[in-house]
């Protein structure tokens, strides 16, 4: 009896090692089965995926070309849709509603911007029509967003006075900072400590271009009325940290009182199966390079 | 002492059950083979496909002819019987309807898995001036 319950023991235990291989095997097996369906639907995403991009970027082609438009690929049955190209950063408001303000990134010390007064894919410098041109008698500035740093602005007109391109320039400081009056800037009508509000950030300085006010008279349009406006460089001094800028146009007629584009942003979606996907791009329009204001620039030979 | 002789009906499910594991696993291994293959294939293909759609892009706009042109990547020769075209065409001008400069882009990319034939299609637009012009 002894040895038979050895025996019976020891068929138990056969089954149990064949029980736990067959569990072994079985999960391998079945891991595997899932590892090979998960790869499989992975890569079919993904190529779903990368037809809805390529779909997504078609759609930004065509409206780089002006061509807003969706569109569907019958033979690999993707497309592109809701494609919006604003055209204008800042946008054109309505007739009756001021431009919102154009408000630039943080700026360190001497970090240069590039507005642009007239629209650089028309014609220049002829300004045929209004819109091309900036044609506002003032614009507003604001810049710096600390009471303690006290940023100072220098800026660039550059014109067309009928023949030749201008450029003038006028510095604008803080009324409050003790290095002004004997670095001469201009503080007349500079406001500053005023905390001027703009969607973007809080303002410490600002000035209306144009006022006819200060002693290098920031007159936009006043003698120069038969001129046309191309673009201000704008320029921070003095500023330990960086800070914002912004500028804004005046009046409430439309884009015949805006500024011209600055940048646009395209929106695109492409869509293949059920997988979309959304391309956004930002184009920043062509501006002339931080060393143009530090070159010396002629037409002609230049004799010592 | 009959009894213990004897199989007992738990042992024998629990052969029945081994068995049809057995038979489940060696069943599925062959269509695993097949679907990881597949979808080695489909990463691959995707792979060559897109390098030719950014090729593409990086080419001066004046520089796309339109045609049919074989894909030139070594990678293909990894695919099953593997073939692939590149064609550049004008804008349908049903959809440029202002005669925009764009070029249609569409890659090809063909290969055989256990037998049937596999095909990888991609469209895209290529403008003048556009996106790595």
């Known amino acids: ?304 | 002492m009959n009894n213990q002789r004897g199989v007992s009906l738990v042992e024998s499910l629990l052969v029945i059950v081994a068995v049809a594991a057995i038979v489940f696993l060696m069943v599925n291994i062959p269509n695993v083979v097949n679907l990881m293959g597949k979808s080695n294939h489909l990463s691959l293909v995707r792979e060559i496909g897109l390098k030719q759609l950014e090729d593409k892009r990086t080419t001066s706009y004046i520089n796309l002819v339109n045609g049919t042109t074989t894909i030139s990547d070594t990678r293909i020769s990894l695919l099953p019987q593997g073939t692939g075209t590149v064609t550049v065409a004008d804008c349908d001008p049903s959809i440029c309807t202002n005669s925009e400069h764009i070029k249609k882009i569409t890659i090809t990319v063909s290969w055989k898995d256990n037998n049937k034939q596999q095909d990888f299609k991609i469209d895209t637009f290529v403008g003048e001036g556009g996106l790595n012009q």
């Open chain 1, 1 to 304: 009896m002894k040895k038979q319950g050895s025996t019976r023991s020891q068929a138990g235990q056969i089954i149990l090692i064949l029980i736990l291989v067959m569990t072994v095997a079985l999960g391998i097996g079945l891991s595997v089965i899932q590892k090979s369906l998960v790869d499989i639907s992975t890569a079919s995403k993904a190529e779903e995926s990368s037809r809805a991009f390529s779909a997504a970027e078609a759609g930004v082609e065509s409206s780089l070309q002006g061509n807003t438009n969706g569109q569907n690929f019958a033979e690999t049955l993707s497309g592109f849709k809701n494609v919006s190209d604003s055209g204008l950063i800042p946008s054109v408001p309505a007739v009756g509603s001021r431009q919102t303000a154009l408000e630039y990134l943080l700026l360190a010390k001497e970090d240069i911007v590039h507005i642009w007064l007239a629209d650089p894919n028309a014609n220049l410098p002829t300004c045929v029509y209004s819109s091309v041109c900036y044609n506002q008698s003032t614009l507003e500035v604001y810049w710096g967003n600390s009471s303690t740093d006290k940023a100072a602005l220098e800026l660039t007109l550059v014109y067309y006075d009928g023949s030749i391109y201008q450029s003038r320039k006028w510095y604008l400081d803080n009324p409050f900072a003790v290095r002004n009056p004997p670095n001469g800037f201009d503080t007349v009508n500079v406001f500053c400590g005023g905390n001027y509000s703009l969607p973007g950030a809080v303002y410490q300085c600002h000035k209306t271009l144009g006022d006819n006010s200060g002693t290098n008279n920031t007159s936009l349009l006043g003698p120069l009325n038969s001129y046309k406006l191309m673009l201000i460089r704008a320029r921070l001094l003095y500023n330990t940290n960086s800070q914002p800028l912004a500028v804004q146009a005046v009046g409430t007629c439309g884009r015949d009182c805006s500024l011209p584009p600055q940048a646009r942003q395209i929106v695109s979606t492409g869509i293949s199966g059920e997988t979309q996907r959304t391309v956004k791009l930002f184009q920043m329009y062509k501006v002339v390079p931080p060393f143009f204001d530090y070159a010396l620039f002629s037409s002609g030979e230049i004799n010592k």
